[in-house]
């Protein structure tokens, strides 16, 4: 499993078995050669320096065609860590933030790497030379920028919080320009990190409000129902406002997430878990219980009214709600809604169905089809990926994957691929390939929602009682 064509060989046998739904641095070296990301950085100095490094510079990593295909965890540690000839190129530290908290806690990782940065560069040396750390100085600060920037959650943990404020004192300490950057780079983190809490409190919130209401509507079921038709009626405007939920739930999702949902016993780690003792965000769970509300909400709002065509009614609405939501590229709400439509308690109303005119949900049913790995779909999510790429206006840079099969193919191919090579090595090439669909994924997060807000119906949405399968 040590070739990278057998690693891609394994991903693609076993996913095709898926039934299911800052400071500026100046560069005065060559870096090693990693795989770029199309959509990864745009144009940023650091892609432009991938070139294969002497390999003898570099204990305990191996390179194959250019590129770093596997490393010890010390050797790659250290290929993280900027010196006052070298910067590690943003495609590698991406990848190596985002996998390495399968083999070591990103505490520990943050002490190694204040530990390096220290000793390499002599930073507890009063005489250190100031020369020295004016050139090391920006290059260290960057990576902190990028590592605080793209895991701003990591610095939930205090002792994450401890060690950066340690190293950035070292470096700041008489020097106005670095100390301005220091507070800079602190102060963007504090308010990811308060907004992030704010966000879940509100969530906190909005799930109690839904349990509260599902009480009352159980025991007086007339008195606070209304229908999804009486907030809005308009296809267009409710498929835009769960582009809304959808773009901001999207945009709290960490990248690390992805990696926490899948992390095992590393053999190599004592049989610790890197994540047992402190979670640090639920939002991808969050984001999966959005799917589920919709689908239930969908079911709930079509088994609701008495009469058949009123019945009707609601799913030919809920039909024109799917299709506006595959034209603005929300695939998630779309396969939400189509669940719903297929969930028994609705499925099983033939009488009502045989009211409705059903052309256009079978053109969106097959587009959904999960036969063939959802080949269907995966060629309109490559075309809303593309449109998105040379998007004209903010509408076309919509893309938002259908979130249970993109789960299930980064677990496919962490299941696919072994974390650490026969000889104790790190798998790298696995991790390049976990990093581009991860960071095709954080692109897409990034958009914002360039329709107007309705708190109305947002809140309608957001919670309205919804049934359980056999309520």
């Known amino acids: ?75 790659l540690i250290e290929h993280l860590v900027p010196t006052v000839a070298y910067y590690p190129d943003r495609t590698y530290i991406f990848t190596f933030l985002l996998s390495s908290r399968l083999f070591i806690h990103p505490y520990e ?16 040396d009063p005489q250190a030379d100031k020369a020295r750390v004016r050139k090391i100085a920006p290059k260290i600060l960057q990576l902190l920028t990028e590592w605080t920037e793209t895991f701003p959650y990591d610095f939930r943990d205090e002792r994450m919080m401890k060690s950066l404020k340690e190293l ?42 839904v349990t509260d209401r599902l009480t009352v509507l159980k025991t007086k079921p007339q008195s606070i129902q209304r229908d999804i038709l009486t907030i809005c ?42 994540f047992s003792d402190h979670k640090k965000a639920s939002n991808l769970e969050a984001y999966v219980e959005w799917f589920n509300r919709l689908s239930y909400l969908v079911a709930t709002e079509i088994c609701m009214p008495v009469k058949k065509k009123h019945r009707a009614r609601v799913i030919e609405f809920f039909i024109d709600v799917a299709r506006e939501c595959f034209n603005i590229g929300n695939f998630n709400s779309l396969m939400a809604i189509i669940t719903g439509m297929n969930m028994s308690p609705v499925s099983r109303l033939k009488k ?26 995966r060629t309109a999510l ?14 076309e840079k919509i893309v938002i994957p259908f979130f249970s099969l993109l789960i299930k193919d980064i677990y496919f191919l ?21 990093a581009k669909q991860v960071m095709e994924f ?30």
Request: proline share 5%; glycine share 6%; with cysteine.
């Open 1 to 75: 499993m040590s070739g990278g064509s057998s690693c891609a060989a394994i991903h693609r046998q076993t996913s095709a078995g898926l039934i299911y739904s800052g400071v500026s641095v100046p560069l005065e070296d060559k870096m090693p050669q990693t795989p770029p990301f199309p959509v990864m950085y745009g144009s940023n100095v650091y892609n432009k320096n991938l070139y294969k490094a002497k390999e003898e510079d570099y204990e305990g990593l191996y390179y194959h065609e250019n590129n770093l295909v596997s490393g010890s965890l010390e050797g």
């Open 414 to 434: 962490n299941e696919g691929c072994a974390n650490r090579l026969p000889n104790g090595h790190v798998n790298l090439e696995k991790f390049w390939e976990l």
């Open 442 to 471: 954080m692109t897409w997060k990034k958009v914002e929602c360039p329709f107007d807000r309705d708190r109305k119906i947002l809140q309608y949405l957001l919670t309205a009682p919804v049934f359980s399968e056999d309520e």
């Open 233 to 274: 009626s308009d296809p267009f405007t409710l498929a835009q406002q769960l582009t809304h939920i959808e773009l901001e739930r999207l945009s709290y999702i960490g990248p690390e997430e992805f990696v926490q949902a899948f992390v095992q016993k590393d053999p190599l780690d004592n049989d610790k878990r890197c």
């Open 382 to 395: 490559r075309g809303a990926t593309q449109r998105s790429i040379t998007a004209h206006s903010s509408r």
């Open 168 to 209: 950035t004192h070292r470096l700041s300490t008489g020097d106005e320009l670095y100390r301005k950057a220091v507070q800079q780079m602190t102060q963007t983190l504090i308010r990811k990190l308060t907004t992030l809490s704010q966000y879940e409190e509100a969530l906190a919130k909005i799930n109690s409000s």
């Open 109 to 124: 990782l943050m002490s190694k790497v204040c530990h390096l940065c220290v000793d390499q560069q002599r930073l507890t």
């Open 352 to 377: 009502t169905w045989g009211k409705v005119k059903t052309a256009k949900f079978d053109i969106l049913e097959h587009q959904m089809d999960p036969s063939s790995n959802f080949y269907n779909y």
